[in-house]
């Protein structure tokens, strides 16, 4: 984890960005490994050299904020791919006018009052780590000026209710925060984005975000039992309910709504005792296509492991687990209420079954007992949960390192039907080594799926290209339209928890019906009449 | 099942209503067993001396479709205790002036046209199940005439897909329809609400239909991949995924909407394979309380029963289960991958943890070996599945053969946290025998769990009281109205699975979140905007 200053240009800590050594040893490896040539890290950007704006509009009377130089360059972009590139060259053209630190509803309710009246547009602002430009304050030409509305001052757990296993939690706990004070409870949330240290509740409910747990509940909508919200025309509030059949889901319209319909402030969602027992285990293939076959009778076999990731040999050779090009499956469960054997030993069978081997066995443990068991002949780290977490967490400092020495290097996601996979697969690694080749003259992509449901997987895309120093964007861009539309050309979504956001936004429009797109808009004005809540995202308003 | 012609005011087919004889039987059991005085069959109501008003509106250009009185008739009412007491008492006033039945999207496309311009609202009719008003034409002043658009010539499954476990499913197809047709792939969607026989696939979707799981995949909502609706504004075609963060969810805006935002023509939906080993027991408790407490600790332990049905003293007695007295959870397991040993092991654990008893033991079953285990004194036909289902689906009938003998039968649920249970639960019995004494003098109520979850139960209420002939409605308005204020006084909800309708938009208003109802209000406004859908359930149009 880690608690410094946060950096204004890249992901996360600045202590925990890889300093010069550390970067130049990545480029010489970078180069060596792929033939990248020519990698050389640039000297890191500095906050007096940025460039911005002055302000167009005055603090908002009787209200928090600032618009100090840091706040208002910390809530210029998210963390896209794009938003490091321009923040790295000290470009901070779009930064908001003011940013607002709402110390409860009654403020935020003031707030959209006033820029109602005013027509200032308001984007509110979770932990900031968007990588769709979802917080970005590209608002048309409508507007006086904008206003950042972070929630960071409502970061409190109010409530834990260990009957019922729920806790009530204000929208800007990041992830740490909220666990935190759940902690001394015994429960814990365990929703586990690679933002999660800096990401809010707020966020992942108006992002859908992807979580832990990659079977059932996979994504914060699961995990929310009511939700609140502020919008210019009133409290949105609904019920703490297990489950209703009332109409359309009220909560359903929250989630996902990434800022254009409220400011979320804060939600019960649904909390469990700390998992007990653990089982794992690490599946090998010789073919990509026997651990999509494991993975898939995994997942519609009604067992529910916590971890079934799987890793295509390259994803295996880049996360440590496997040197030798083959495909690896994560497999894990866990529970707080009992042991885990007739789980795992199922699952083993069915990836076996497919073709896989499990040279290390089986992993038990028993947290409570304090004892550990292994089948077979496993090795220490390998394939262990730390490990594989903690490089997860890294992953996207590594993403801001590597923009320093001139590589692209993004993700992108989606979910699609088992039956659809192969030829999905096909056309997004086809398209995207012929852009990366033509725009970069070479680069490579990996693949993993990070969820697995009964009736298809989320595969999850890496690629790495090198870049020519100050048309990076270009490049990127046509890469990622080429992705994006072989996404959509196969019936695939634009995002499975990366949400839409300004970048996603023309998919978005070709992934959704017609008619949903209308209902959308129509529901925004009847909760933002003027207009003002993060325009440009979703529908126009 | 059945098959035979479908009576015009009762439940379900005409041969399954208890017969003279039986229904004689019956009133003179129920009078002795719960004190009801004077309970005597009546005759049943004949279709040739029913009161309807004639057509007020010509029949839609090259549409077909029928104004025949038994059509009318039959596409009058639901299946609510108000509809069946009408129906007896012959009274089909609300009746609809024609009834559509289109063969196609293009033929459901033409007479929303049609209808949006003459100002003629549709009721989209499935099974004609709903027991809150959900298809009865009470539709205000504002239009010339009502058309029932019945989905009946929609009931074939289009496609499966074995590799996904999907299929795509036309919306009038009815649960024995979709099954039949299921069956020689080797799948099914095993979502059994207690209308099954007659309920459909876009009536379960219109109204969010509980189902067969009492945990995990409970509702119909679970078990869409994708839905397509025509609205009078065009085609609303959701993609086939298996999860998406992109953007409120579409599917979750159908979900629920009850015939206000179009017209539901199918859906690819989640199928499994037929499920293979079953684990099963009953539990006893000596207290309520007790079998509350086994309840929450199985829906937390992450063991995902398909069965966990918790019975009070009176259910228990009332569907046979137990005589005695006690409360008795209903426990199962099944799977189509797995032995479930290690699942039913644990629970039953959990259960005598909180101090119950299985006097009966554990039955296992394995389909694929014919084999059938019983660990204790098992007793025969004792919590036996299918006698339970039986029951389950007689239920209906058994309602309509009370309603003939001036006994007021009828069932509401809801659902609620763990904490907030024991307080809801005093509330509902409180206020529901409070009302039925003074307005029948007597009456008895019971309550089961049908559905738990993590975070809490739903709650089902079933009360009989003696309604004096001719007063009936107003008796029972009288019980439904504080059983309803107690539901949305305590917190929970108006409805875990039997829809709003007109029955339940009062409650439902006090429930939702009040910008909820506006951003629906302008929802239907974008897709509807003539206002011609299910006038006056959900929102006004």
Redesign the interface.
């Known amino acids: 984890m880690g608690d410094g200053r946060k950096s204004f240009w890249a992901w996360g800590y600045e202590e925990r960005l890889p300093n010069d050594e550390a970067r130049k040893m990545l480029a010489e490896t970078l180069g060596r490994a792929l033939g990248f040539k020519g990698l050389t890290p640039r000297p890191l950007p500095k906050l007096e050299d940025v460039r911005i704006p002055a302000p167009r509009i005055p603090a908002p009377p009787h209200l928090d904020g600032s618009a100090s130089l840091l706040d208002r360059v910390t809530h210029t972009y998210g963390r896209s791919y794009r938003d490091i590139v321009r923040g790295f060259a000290g470009d901070f053209t779009p930064a908001p006018d003011w940013v607002a630190y709402p110390k409860d509803e009654a403020q935020i309710a003031k707030l959209l009052a006033y820029c109602s009246k005013e027509k200032i547009a308001v984007i509110p602002f979770g932990g900031g780590t968007s990588v769709v430009g979802g917080v970005e304050a590209v608002v048309g030409d409508g507007y006086r000026g904008v206003i950042a509305l972070d929630l960071r001052n409502l970061d409190r757990v109010l409530e834990v209710?260990l009957?019922?296993?729920?806790a009530r939690i204000q929208a800007g706990a990041t992830g740490p925060r909220l666990e935190a004070q759940l902690a001394p409870h015994g429960v814990t949330l365990r929703h586990y984005p690679q933002s999660f240290e800096h990401s809010t509740l707020g966020g992942w409910i108006a992002?859908?975000?992807?979580g832990h747990f990659a079977t059932?509940y996979?994504?914060i909508d699961d995990l929310v039992?009511s939700v609140r919200m502020v919008?210019p025309?009133?409290?949105?509030?609904?019920?703490?309910?297990?489950?209703?059949?009332?109409?359309?889901?009220?909560e359903?319209?929250?989630?996902?709504?990434?800022g254009i319909?409220?400011v979320i402030t804060e939600a019960w969602v649904?909390v469990?005792?700390r998992p007990r027992w653990r089982a794992s285990a690490n599946v090998r293939f010789a073919k990509l296509e026997d651990g999509v076959q494991a993975a898939?009778a995994i997942a519609?076999?009604?067992?529910?492991p916590s971890n079934c990731r799987l890793l295509d040999a390259r994803e295996a050779m880049l996360h440590g687990v496997s040197a030798d090009g083959v495909t690896v499956l994560l497999l894990a469960f866990e529970?707080?209420?009992?042991p885990l054997?007739?789980?795992i030993d199922?699952a083993l069978s069915?990836a076996k079954a497919a073709g896989g081997t499990c040279p290390d066995g089986t992993r038990l443990r028993d947290a409570g007992q304090g004892t550990e068991e292994r089948t077979g002949a496993a090795e220490a780290e390998r394939g262990d949960a730390a490990a594989w977490r903690q490089a997860f967490f890294d992953a996207p400092y590594l993403q801001s390192a590597l923009i320093t020495m001139g590589v692209i290097a993004d993700t992108f996601e989606t979910?699609?039907?088992?039956?659809?996979f192969d030829a999905l697969h096909r056309a997004v690694k086809d398209a995207v080594r012929g852009a990366m080749q033509d725009a970069c003259g070479a680069g490579v992509i990996s693949c993993r799926f990070t969820?697995v449901?009964?009736?298809?997987?989320?595969p999850y895309y890496t690629f790495l290209a090198p870049a020519r120093p100050g048309e990076e964007l270009a490049q990127w861009e046509r890469i990622k339209r080429v992705a994006s539309d072989a996404l959509i050309a196969n019936?695939?979504?634009?995002?499975?928890?990366?949400?839409?956001g300004r970048l996603?936004r023309p998919w978005?429009e070709r992934?959704?019906?017609?008619?949903?797109g209308?209902?959308?808009?129509?529901?925004k004005?009847?909760?933002d009449p003027a207009g003002i809540l993060n325009p440009g995202v979703?529908v126009d308003p």
């Open positions: 209710d009957t019922s296993r729920a992002t859908r975000a992807g059932l996979t994504h039992e919008t025309t009133g409290l949105f509030a609904t019920r703490r309910l297990p489950a209703s059949g009332a109409g359309p889901s009220p359903r319209l929250v989630l996902g709504s990434e319909l409220g649904r469990q005792a898939r519609q076999a009604g067992l529910y529970s707080a209420d009992h054997d007739a789980w199922r069915l979910a699609c039907t088992w039956d659809g969820h449901y009964p009736d298809g997987p989320a019936g695939a979504t634009i995002t499975h928890h990366h949400a839409v996603h978005h992934e959704r019906p017609e008619p949903f209308r209902a959308l808009q129509a529901a004005r009847a909760l979703l």
